[in-house]
């Protein structure tokens, strides 16, 4: 069922067909889903996108030494390159607002490749410490407490 909402909402304020199509690929919805919101022929959202993922693809083996032959990539695919780097699709880059030069953490849960950000990794240590602690109970008023004891044991020794 097409969420025409979610796809003006995604394509409003573009000029042309090809600009919306590209937008709504990037979105993840399918050829036929775009064709039936933009009242057009399957060929030629079909046309528009292939024209597209050639020139990403092109774009993403420069980039990773990757020959352009070996199939396109779709939006959320990524390719391994040759010294093991991978490139994130920019509409997931955005939508976690990561910037080149940020660090990931990267684990293997479930033999799948997890991506976090450190700030959703502090988030995720922080729910699982929270899990232990006492309600109304704080940890920082407790380590400063014990610095306190520890240092008048010292001054009595």
């Known amino acids: 069922m097409l969420n025409t909402a ?41 046309n528009v996108l292939v024209r597209e993922e050639g020139r990403t693809s092109a774009a993403m083996a420069d980039a990773t030494n990757v020959p352009s032959d070996l199939g396109t990539p779709s939006p959320n695919r990524v390719r391994l390159g040759a010294a093991g780097q991978i490139t994130i699709p920019e509409v ?17 849960e479930d033999e799948e490749i997890r991506l976090m950000t450190i700030p959703a990794a502090v988030r995720k240590a922080q729910a699982i410490v929270r899990r232990y602690v006492p309600e109304g109970v704080s940890l920082v008023d407790e380590l400063l407490e014990d610095r306190r004891r520890e240092v008048e044991r010292e001054r009595q020794e």
């Open 6 to 46: 979610q796809m003006s909402k995604l394509t409003q304020g573009l000029g042309s067909k090809s600009e919306k199509m590209r937008t709504l690929a990037k979105a993840g919805y399918s050829r036929g889903d775009i064709a039936r919101f933009l009242g057009t022929s399957y060929q030629f959202v079909r």
């Open 92 to 108: 997931i880059r955005t939508t976690l607002g990561i910037n080149e030069g940020d660090t990931l953490i990267a684990t293997v």
